[in-house]
């Protein structure tokens, strides 16, 4: 049995059983289309017209079962190409990004630039969400990709490559006593309230360690979700900030100074991820090469083909 098949029937039934209509309608020789009626009806072993001689004059009972689940066959059968050339035709469409309020203000501008430039066609929507909610609204289809720090490690039906590795820096409002100092200590920082990212959040466990590695327990005075709240409170002097450094910018920031530390704050990673098992059309392929351009579509296909087989 094969779509041709169903064709066939179908296309026969729609010509009142004129094999003739039925043949140019298909754009078929009358003889073939009669052949592939009599070699399925032989393969199910039953007969789906009834007859008089040569000619059909209507469907059996099984007949016309056989008609309504060849129309749902080939109902799906064209949506399946309708879906195909959707994807084929990438540089129309929509894109869905979630990912956190410091990759969305202070990462991704200049990459949607270029992107929006190569793709004036697509849509972007960036959803804009706590690294502990990316992982689900990329496994609910609410995403095509993700981009966040400390976001995928546990997640089991999502893949993850590397974006970019970084490391926290501290600030301090202009004036403070640490402003302008060289090497500064983390016990010196740990002297003053911090002011820094919730738990678990923006490589904030780095942060931890860092003063666990010096048996410091400093003061949390306050936590938040992105680092612009965190550098308004610093500014306002509730406390040393640790941030993200691409969130920090000396124009931009005037009223703000970076300390320069002696002791690193261990790197931290900032990962996309996609959901596994999932077709994406190629320009998402493309907005994550301008993010990372190692990670091309044939490296992300071979990695989620890698992740199907371990499962089975």
């Known amino acids: 049995m094969n779509l041709q098949q169903l ?71 064209e949506n399946i190409k309708q879906a195909a050339s959707q994807f084929a035709v990438s540089d129309r469409g929509q894109l869905e990004i979630a990912t956190t309020h410091t990759q969305a203000r202070y990462v991704l501008p200049d990459v949607i630039l270029k992107f929006k430039q190569q793709f004036p066609g697509v849509r972007l929507m960036l959803h804009q969400a706590s690294p502990r909610d990316i992982g689900a609204l990329l496994n609910s289809g609410s995403a095509d990709l993700a981009i966040a ?43 003053y309230p911090i002011v820094t990212y919730d738990s678990g959040l923006t490589g904030r466990p780095r942060i931890d360690e860092a003063f666990d590695a010096q048996n410091l327990s400093p003061e949390i005075a306050m936590t938040a979700l992105d680092a612009d709240v965190i550098k308004a409170y610093v500014a306002l002097g509730l406390g040393v900030g640790i941030i993200a450094p691409m969130s920090f910018n000396e124009k931009r920031d005037a009223d703000l100074r970076q300390v320069k530390l002696r ?3 261990s790197p931290s990673t900032t990962s996309i991820a996609l959901r596994r098992g999932r077709l994406h059309r190629g320009y998402v392929y493309r907005f ?10 044939k490296i992300i296909r071979e990695a989620d083909a890698a992740a199907q087989g371990d499962d089975d």
């Open 263 to 265: 002791e690193r704050i």
């Open 7 to 77: 064709r066939i029937i179908r296309e026969t039934v729609r010509a009142k059983f004129n094999v003739t209509e039925a043949a140019n309608a298909i754009y078929a020789s009358q003889s073939g289309v009669s052949k592939q009626i009599r070699d399925l009806e032989e393969e199910l072993g039953v007969a789906l017209f009834r007859r008089r001689g040569k000619r059909l004059l209507g469907l059996t009972e099984l007949g016309e079962e056989v008609v309504r689940i060849a129309d749902r066959v080939l109902l799906e059968a």
């Open 149 to 191: 720090t400390d976001a995928f490690n546990e997640a089991r039906d999502i893949i993850s490559f590397p974006y970019y590795s970084w490391q926290h820096i501290v600030v301090v409002p202009a004036g403070h006593p640490l402003d302008g100092r060289e090497g500064v200590t983390l016990e010196e920082v740990a002297a």
């Open 288 to 297: 994550i090469e301008l993010c990372a351009p190692s990670v091309t579509e």
